[in-house]
């Protein structure tokens, strides 16, 4: 046991970030705090009042298997959206979905819908999970379409990505969900109204 400790540094980060993640013992997994900044395309402007949906989604047996977490934000006036840590807490031995680790969609009405995939590639089964573009910018590109391309956008690119969900995931995760719900819902009855005005 003495000369396993005293080994322990020369192993390097490797030995640090592996887990044993085999049956029965489960991986264990947390997240790192991360902020975005979100900025006009045009103008260069902070945008408030963005909401942005961040999931960290599971390998399972049968493929993607939806999120092991999920966390939302809203910008402030000064455009930063601000995620704390989470976990630790257990997932699949499979791991999870690089680039999904986490994935994040940012929707605001008048923009188009930006998606950032992690750009940090961890190991699937690392237990710490951080996102490569912690601190960064984001520029979001105000909408140009019509309303009707507007509500097509809104129903393919601003539901969450994790895909399929079960109802314990939806149950566990249902403040987030319904927040984006909630503001892609009442975007898209607006956009009916105002194509209705334009027909009218």
């Known amino acids: 046991m003495v000369a396993l400790v005293l ?5 390097g980060q490797r030995a640090v970030e592996a887990q044993p993640c085999e049956f029965p013992t489960p991986c264990t997994y947390e997240g790192a705090v991360f902020t975005l900044t979100v900025l006009d395309a045009e103008t260069g402007l902070p945008v408030a009042d963005s909401h942005a949906l961040a ?3 599971n390998y399972a047996y049968h493929g ?3 999120p092991l977490m999920v966390q939302d934000a809203v910008s402030g006036a000064d455009g930063v959206l601000r995620f704390p840590k989470w976990g630790p807490i257990h997932g699949y031995i499979s791991g999870l979905v690089r680039g999904f680790d986490p994935v994040v969609s940012l929707f605001k009405p008048g923009y188009e819908v930006a998606v950032e995939n992690n750009e940090l590639r961890s190991r699937d089964t690392e237990r710490l999970r951080r996102f490569g573009q912690d601190g960064r910018t984001i520029r979001l590109v105000p909408f140009r379409g019509t309303p009707r391309s507007w509500i097509h956008q809104l129903r393919t690119v601003a ?3 994790a895909t399929p969900m079960s109802h314990d995931d939806l149950t566990q995760f ?3 969900y ?3 719900f909630h503001r892609v819902w009442t975007e898209v009855q607006a956009a009916r109204a105002r194509t209705l005005g334009c027909a009218a």
Do not use: D, I, Y
């Open 159 to 161: 539901v969450p990505l």
């Open 55 to 57: 999931e960290w989604q």
């Open 174 to 176: 249902r403040a987030p």
């Open 178 to 180: 319904l927040n984006r």
């Open 64 to 66: 993607r298997n939806g």
């Open 7 to 11: 080994l322990a540094p020369l192993f």
